[in-house]
């Protein structure tokens, strides 16, 4: 039976993660952060542990609670956007920045050390749930700057990880999931959560050495740093 780590699974996209691995038969162990979501998890079948990207206590309970377990797949999934109204003309406050740089990269960067040793054995996959909005060369607006300059931080930290851990065959990769329906993208956003992640498990379930450093929309095509 093949393991996976799936981080932020609470809701969104995370949750129907834990769903469509589950129904096909994984053993899966999803983070999260409240009491409430670990029973809904649970109830799934699914092994929880609770953590919080941005909490170096629990960060470390986490990672002991992990143990010496080998994995095939960890996601990244967790993620915020911060202040809807912050622009490049009136930025979001310093404590409002920081906390979405907080989730978004160090809390990734963190998970690194952590969770990628304990894919080497299975030569295992760590994919990061990234946006289209960290694009630079595909940016075709300035909204949401806060959350972009967010997602193009994290895809360089998983860049920087694929040269790391390529001599061990795993492979790191950052992808997008379109625009979907959940708390984040809202109830007028193109595709549903169920479309999304069936979309990203063929990315992940396709992975090769050559996905290693890759940024893939949902769809499976490369997508420009
Ligand atoms: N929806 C979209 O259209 C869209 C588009 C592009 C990229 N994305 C990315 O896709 C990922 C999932 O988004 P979503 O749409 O499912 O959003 P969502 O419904 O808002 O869910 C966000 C998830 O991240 C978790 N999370 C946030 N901060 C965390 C932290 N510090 N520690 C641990 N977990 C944390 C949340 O846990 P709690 O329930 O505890 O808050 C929740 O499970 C995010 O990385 C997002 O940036 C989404």
Known sequence: MKTILIIGASRGLGLEFVRQYRHDGWEVIATHRRAVDGKKLAALGAETLILDTTDAASIAAFSEALGKRSLDVAIYNAGVYGPREASVTAPASLKDFDSVM?????????????????????????????????????????HGVTYRASKAALNAVVKAASFEYASKDINAFVMHPGWVQTDMGGDGADITPEVSVTGMRKVIATATTKSNGGFFNYTGEEIAW
């Open 102 to 142: 907080h989730a978004n990269v160090f809390g990734a960067l963190q998970m690194i050390p952590i969770v990628a040793p304990r894919l080497i054995k299975n030569k295992g996959t760590f994919a990061f749930v990234s946006s289209m909005m960290g694009s630079i060369g595909g940016m075709t607006g300035p």
